[in-house]
Nanobody, 115 residues
Framework: QVHLMESGGGLVQAGGSLKLSCTAS????????MAWYRQTPGKQREFVASIRSGDVTNYADSVKGRFTISRDIAKNTMYLEMNSLTPEDTAVYYCNKWAGTYYEWGQGTQVTVSS
């Protein structure tokens, strides 16, 4: 069973930056397209960014140009660098597969952006 663990969240002022990490218990980043998602209370989890074979990346329009997804396969880790943060980016951030049957969701990491 794959375990995902997100970290790196915190409280930051608008305009600030954070870098999130997603680590996995297995070598999943080599063979799976992976993605970051986020969720706020009362709303459905939404797609943020994905990275797939050949390091092809895709971003939600709301974060394009501000967020950068990357991965280090040797470290079984995926990252989300977030710049120019706004209060609308406040959410719990999760990592999981980009498509197909999801792994069990981790606990996520809280990102709070103050105005």
């Amino acid at each position: 069973q794959v375990h995902l663990m997100e970290s790196g969240g915190g409280l930051v002022q608008a305009g600030g930056s954070l870098k999130l990490s997603c680590t996995a218990s297995g070598s999943i980043f080599r063979t799976n397209g992976m993605a970051w998602y986020r969720q706020t209370p009362g709303k459905q989890r939404e797609f943020v960014a994905s990275i797939r074979s050949g390091d092809v990346t895709n971003y939600a329009d709301s974060v394009k140009g501000r967020f950068t997804i990357s991965r280090d396969i040797a470290k079984n880790t995926m990252y989300l660098e977030m710049n120019s943060l706004t209060p609308e980016d406040t959410a719990v951030y999760y990592c999981n597969k980009w498509a197909g049957t999801y792994y069990e969701w981790g606990q996520g990491t809280q990102v709070t952006v103050s105005s």
